[in-house]
Antibody
Framework: EVQVLESGGGLVQPGGSLRLSCAASGFSFTTNAMTWVRQAPGEGLEWVSGINSGGDNTYYADSVKGRFTISRDNSKNTLYLQINSLRAEDTALYYC???????????????WGQGTLVTVSS | QSALTQPASVSGSPGQSITISCTGTSSDVGGYNYVSWYQQHPGKAPKLMIYDVSNRPSGISNRFSGSKSGNTASLTISGLQADDEADYYCSSYRGRTTYVFGTGTKVTVL
């Protein structure tokens, strides 16, 4: 079964940091782009960041650029998101998803994990 | 990076058809055939329902269909069923390997 499983969320003070992880299984992790999407409580989905299969190309939403860093360890089938300088507005459920494509650019996201909750509060 | 515009809510009776619109710009929906749709039940992860505007993944009912005209994409659910009650989000590629989601639509089965 193709699946991804996030972990690493928690309660953190404003200005703090966290590293989220996403363990992938059931598919060839090394040949697939991956992405992070977040959802604030009661709100909609927001694309956060993406990374290509080799890990040498990374992409970010303007809202997190300079504070978040996406990376991957293909030897461990694991995706990461390092989130720094956390703000209250970063409070959200963070989902990991496999990028879907026929060739070239990612065109859809599937499957998604259950998410890991990040709460930024003093 | 403004979100794509969706109606906040759409409702229909069992067996009816409903359509959810997703309006963007020529820089996203209108510029690429990379529109996808996701269903999200309360407390659950989003699930891919449509990709590349009108393609259904394996296992998705043919009651779900997608289309696009200009800067507006649409998701139609025919033969509405109780389990279709959920939030639905569109998404589009926006160039430079960035993506944007819609504001989300709550579908209610009356």
């Amino acid at each position: 079964e193709v699946q991804v499983l996030e972990s690493g969320g928690g309660l953190v003070q404003p200005g703090g940091s966290l590293r989220l992880s996403c363990a992938a299984s059931g598919f060839s992790f090394t040949t697939n782009a991956m992405t992070w999407v977040r959802q604030a409580p009661g709100e909609g989905l927001e694309w956060v960041s993406g990374i290509n299969s080799g890990g040498d190309n990374t992409y970010y939403a303007d809202s997190v650029k300079g504070r978040f860093t996406i990376s991957r360890d293909n030897s461990k089938n694991t995706l990461y998101l390092q989130i720094n300088s956390l703000r209250a507005e970063d409070t959200a459920l963070y989902y990991c998803a496999k990028g879907g494509s026929v060739s070239g650019s990612v065109r859809w996201f599937d499957p998604w994990g259950q998410g890991t909750l990040v709460t930024v509060s003093s | 990076q403004s979100a794509l515009t969706q109606p906040a809510s759409v409702s229909g009776s069992p067996g009816q058809s409903i359509t959810i619109s997703c309006t963007g710009t020529s820089s996203d929906v209108g510029g690429y055939n990379y529109v996808s749709w996701y269903q999200q039940h309360p407390g659950k992860a989003p699930k891919l329902m449509i990709y590349d505007v009108s393609n259904r993944p394996s296992g998705i009912s043919n009651r779900f269909s997608g289309s696009k005209s200009g800067n507006t994409a649409s998701l139609t659910i025919s033969g509405l069923q109780a389990d279709d009650e959920a939030d639905y989000y569109c998404s589009s590629y926006r160039g430079r390997t960035t993506y944007v989601f819609g504001t989300g639509t709550k579908v209610t089965v009356l």
